[in-house]
């Protein structure tokens, strides 16, 4: 059994599940100043109040995992990152501390909503320039980082860090319809057209970039017969594409346009993923020349066999409690006033 590619793979899923499920909500609070009333925003924050921090334990088992599992990996990513990571961290801090103290306030709301923006907003960001920093390149030598403290601040890494931020005020949008009726509902069914434009867009512009940032991605993308791995990818974007267009012009279903949103971040994600195998940092860098030794791994595996399952469980099962609408005027929050 290959023990460091399926690690590579249960990362994976772990930074895809985080990428989707704290997506949505880190998207509510970039859109927060936007929504334009006080009970908007309540019902808003409402919709994400039950999930919000259980989405974060997927970050954590990601970076976590990433320490465990391909230390070499860690080694060099952590140095070439420490600014965007830590700025993730410090506004992942500021947006919890914003969702529990808006309830308690009336004078210093306006403070706290503008914290729960700027919090999400830097997150979001952030994570897309970690995305664009590792897609670039990291200079290793050795067995070491060798870059410099702002080699993330690229033009490149800018671009991807806009478009996580437009991508996941999307799933933001598209959340609340499934969530909510009535204005809100419209109101967030107009941005999710304007912020649909605006994604794919931005994935466009990241695919026609890629390729010429790393000779690997290039040859991978335009030479045969590795072409026909990527080639579906663009087809089935467009088929999602067009279905969250219809949804969102039709009002057939509420979840359709989520569902569409969340396909768009999938097919990206396997795109890089195609991209980048066997590295796990390209171009130097594979999964097996970072990986932990055969006997931590195994070690590890019997860990997240059981654990993975439990969390993906009683997340189920949350989504699955406060499944449906909810109203304004009611909420988990209530009974605090």
């Known amino acids: 059994m290959d023990l460091p ?14 990428v989707v499920l704290d997506g949505f909500d880190l998207g509510i609070g970039i859109l927060f100043p936007f929504l334009k009333r006080e009970e908007n925003r309540d019902t808003a924050i409402n919709t994400i109040a039950p999930f919000w921090d259980g989405n974060e334990t997927w970050l954590i088992l990601g970076g976590g995992g990433l320490f465990a599992v391909f230390p070499l990996a860690y080694a060099v990513v952590m140095p070439a990152l420490y600014a965007p990571i830590i700025a993730m961290l410090l506004a992942l801090v500021f947006r919890g501390v914003a969702f529990e103290f808006r309830f308690r306030t009336v004078r210093w709301r306006f403070v706290w909503d503008m914290s729960f923006f700027v919090g999400s907003l830097v997150a979001a960001f952030a994570q897309g320039v970690a995305l664009g920093t590792i897609v670039q390149g990291i200079r290793m030598e050795g067995r070491a980082y060798a870059g410099g403290w702002f080699d993330w601040a690229t033009p490149f890494s800018m671009t991807t860090g806009a478009a996580v931020t437009v991508g996941y005020a999307l799933l933001g949008a598209t959340w609340i319809i499934v969530k909510t009726e009535g204005p809100l509902n419209r109101l967030a069914a107009r941005y999710a057209g304007a912020l649909m434009i605006a994604t794919l867009a931005a994935i466009g512009m990241v695919s026609v970039w890629m390729p010429f940032l790393q000779p690997t991605f290039y040859s991978r993308w335009f030479s045969f017969p590795q072409i026909l791995l990527v080639a579906p990818i663009p087809l089935v974007l467009g088929f999602a594409a067009v279905s969250l267009h219809r949804s969102l012009r039709d009002h057939v279903s509420s979840t359709r346009p989520f569902l569409a949103a969340l396909t768009l971040f999938v097919l990206s994600f396997i795109g890089i993923g195609i991209s980048f195998y066997p590295h796990i940092l390209p171009p130097e860098l594979t999964i097996w ?7 931590s791994l195994k070690f590890l595996l019997v860990g997240a066999s059981v654990l993975i399952p439990l969390i993906l469980a009683y997340t189920g099962y949350a989504y699955w ?8 005027g009611e909420g988990y929050h209530q009974h605090h006033h």
Not at 5 to 18: E, K, Q, S
Not at 289 to 295: H, K
């Open 321 to 328: 409690v406060f499944r449906g609408k909810v109203i304004e």
């Open 289 to 295: 020349q970072a990986a932990a030794p055969d006997s």
């Open 5 to 18: 590619l399926v690690w590579a793979f249960i990362l994976a899923f772990a930074v895809l599940a985080y």
